[in-house]
């Protein structure tokens, strides 16, 4: 089935230890996002990339930091976690390119806990 | 840049009321605007999304959103709401131009049975 893949799906990592999520889509979108979801403040956007080789940041990128060495992958990495950075991350794609828009197409979530 | 209000925090209802959720967005331009739903413990699914054309836009399990842009909105709205509608619902804005979607902090709905 087509679609995002996370992992982990969930995960309490210690203060100050390292921690990669997973993303991974076999759609051939070239856009792909990661966005963090904390009760009421929505969905915040992290880093995001346009395309394989590029990638920007977002509305809260500071403690993260992300590669697309290809198409289909978009690790987020924490190099030093701490707990504000507890949260439940999801990751998204597009194809940016079609219209019309077909909007995002999100991963099932990781859910972190820094303690 | 980009923002995207939505009125109510948090919803609740009985089966079978109608239901209109505020959203307002800040950008005077052409853009694309979607409403998505998060249901317990799932991630996000588009709801319906406007592009052009008619500004009512229907999308799925009945319910529909209309664009109005001198007002900067684009409410969602369902007639009659059933249980299972109870979920989070995310009004979402982009310019054509740029991929990146920006999201409101979402309208949590409770119906009561």
């Known amino acids: 089935i087509a679609g995002i893949t996370q992992a982990p799906t969930s995960q309490i990592l210690a203060a100050g230890r390292r921690m990669t999520l997973r993303c991974t889509q076999d759609m051939r979108h070239n856009a792909m996002y990661w966005y963090r979801q904390d009760l009421g403040l929505g969905l915040r956007l992290i880093h995001y990339?346009?395309?394989?080789?590029?990638?920007g940041k977002g509305e809260v990128p500071d403690g993260y930091s992300v590669s697309r060495a290809n198409t289909d992958d978009f690790p987020l990495t924490l190099a030093s976690a701490v707990p504000s950075q507890t949260s439940v991350y999801f990751c998204?794609?597009?194809?940016?390119?079609?219209?019309?828009?077909?909007?995002?197409?999100f991963g099932s979530g990781t859910r972190l806990t820094v303690v | 840049a980009q923002s995207v209000s939505q009125h109510n925090h948090h919803v609740i209802l009985s089966e079978a009321a109608s239901l209109e959720l505020g959203c307002n967005y800040s950008y005077g331009g052409t853009v694309n605007l979607f409403w998505y739903v998060q249901y317990p413990g799932q991630h996000l699914q588009l709801l319906l999304k406007y592009f052009s054309g008619d500004p009512l836009v229907k999308g799925i399990k009945g319910f529909e959103a209309e664009f109005i842009k001198s007002k900067f909105s684009f409410n969602l709205r369902k007639p009659s709401v059933q249980w299972s509608d109870t979920a989070e619902y995310f009004c979402?804005?982009?310019?054509?131009?740029?991929?990146?979607?920006?999201f409101g902090k979402g309208t949590r709905l409770h119906i009561l049975p």
């Open positions: 979402a804005v982009n310019e054509p131009r740029d991929d990146k979607i920006i």
């Open positions: 990339s346009n395309t394989a080789g590029t990638t």
């Open positions: 998204a794609s597009s194809e940016s390119r079609a219209y019309p828009p077909f909007g995002y197409t």
